[in-house]
């Protein structure tokens, strides 16, 4: 299918705008998404983090990173939604039929993920910054952390489309985030691993979150990274390799 | 655009077939669609004319025959295919989200026309659709929405329309601006392939009728020819769907006609034992 490859930047570009319009004209999506997390974040700050040691660091500092984690996996499931709405509306089939670079109509979503999962991200960070959280990382580390985390959208953003692609329902579409959303609580997001029992604790210590966690929580703090980094660059690559494969062929058996 | 050859026939479909694991749904599928002319495929839902629809707009690929759109091949030739060929599906694709206007402009721009801009508001004039243009296609009556999407279809001037189910779930009124709308397309000698379940629908419109019925063409012509062909007597080869009225006679019981045909006397006895 080398067809129309050409045109694939353009047509691209023309979809993505559809879907960026989409939701600037919801944007309660961006909103709800910022709610539970930043809802998760004063509980834990203010209820929660007062019993919590975290040794040297202020608890919402300490805790930031996981929070960022979990708006991401809650955005996602966002992504799965509008791909399905437009696979079930018919409007893709009409892209399908037309003389465009098919997998234009992917990428438009998997942009539009990002593009709504940054803009989220934004708005917890300026939520976390007026409960206190400080940070002294500079531009480097501020664009190390930005890149981590739209390495960790665009991995999750796949999974989000294997989701939307494959769902009956639209309930199905976005059933697949609740145990992403749960995934940093089992972590080193919000308490320190080494009081969690044997089994929970070597799971804990061996996921990804806790890796990507650390490393965000290093930068912020000015710590050095280390090991942390690469395993997390590792889990997201690896994450984004084997979702596009999966969304890719399912794609392929969707659209024949 | 590809330049039409004459009598070159717009879509040419032959020994079309078609499975989903067990089901047979195209058993060997052919007919031929002049340039210009309205042709429609007549048929009771799951007749398979939505799959045929699909391998011509090259959504679906057939398992054995060919197609042909405009003289291109659905299956070795699907990007010319798609540029000869647009789609209207059975259940109107706009995005509702955004306004009328803006959904031109977004196949307008896909297709790379010229002036998205002025394409899309010399459509919206043709169609009706000028003043709610500026409003979200979500809030467009079912009659609007179809004319939209017909519009939509429209843009880049593809020589082959397709039109699949194009009043099915409008009202009266509605019906009737879409069957205006087909006349005026044919009219500017675009083809046009129309799929509907209705006979009146067929009748009014289609140059050539073809009845695609369990998979096969079971009959194909005129109008006048199908009459033909066809007395009243062997109408039963399509399963019509039954009409209220139907299904209100049959279940009161099938003795009583309608009112109208038995006003003239009835008998004394009859019309006593029914009222109760």
Known sequence: MNTTTTHFYGNTAVLTRRSLRHILRSPDTIITTAVMPVAIMVMFVYVLGGAINTGPYEYIDYMLPGILLITVASGIAYTAFRLFTDLQSGVFERFQSMPIARSSSLWAHVLTSLAANLMSLALVVGVALLLGFRTGAGPGAWLAVAG???????????????????????EGASAFSYPLIFLPFISSAFVPTDTMPGPVRWFAENQPVTSIVNSIRALFTQQSVGADLWLALAWCLGIMVVAYALAISTYKRRVS | ??????????????????????????????????????????????????????????????????????????????????????????????????????????????????????????????????????????????????????????????????LDEP???????????????????????????????????????????AILHQGKIIANGTLAELKQLMPPATAEYVEKQPTLEEVFLAIIGSGAGTPSRDTGTPPEHQQQGEKP
């Open chain 1, 148 to 170: 981590m985390l739209l390495l960790f959208t665009l991995a999750l953003t796949w999974v989000a489309v294997v989701a939307g692609l494959s769902a009956k329902t639209v």
């Open chain 2, 167 to 209: 009043t099915t779930g409008l009202d009266p009124q509605g019906r009737l601006e879409v069957w205006a709308m087909i006349r005026q397309l044919a009219g500017q000698g675009t083809s046009v392939l129309l799929t509907t379940q209705y006979l009146d629908e067929a009748e009014q419109l289609a140059d050539r009728i």
């Open chain 2, 1 to 162: 655009m590809t330049a039409r050859l004459d009598g070159r026939p717009a879509v040419r479909v032959t020994g079309l077939k078609k499975s989903f694991r067990e089901l047979d749904v195209l058993r060997g599928v052919d007919f031929d669609v002049a340039p210009g002319s309205i042709f429609a495929l007549l048929g009771s839902n799951g007749a398979g004319k939505t799959t045929v629809v699909r391998i011509l707009s090259t959504l679906l690929k057939a398992d054995a025959g060919t197609a042909l759109v405009d003289g291109f091949d659905v299956a070795a030739e699907a990007a010319e295919v798609r540029q000869a060929i647009s789609l209207t599906g059975q259940f109107a694709a706009v995005d509702e989200v955004l306004s009328g206007r803006e959904n031109l402009v977004l196949v307008a721009q896909l297709r790379r026309v010229k002036e998205p801009g002025r394409t899309a508001d010399a459509l919206l004039e043709q169609f009706g659709l000028s003043e709610s243009g500026g409003r979200r296609a979500g809030t467009y009556s079912g009659g609007m929405r179809r004319r939209l999407d017909i519009a939509m279809s429209l843009i880049g001037n593809p020589p082959v329309i397709v």
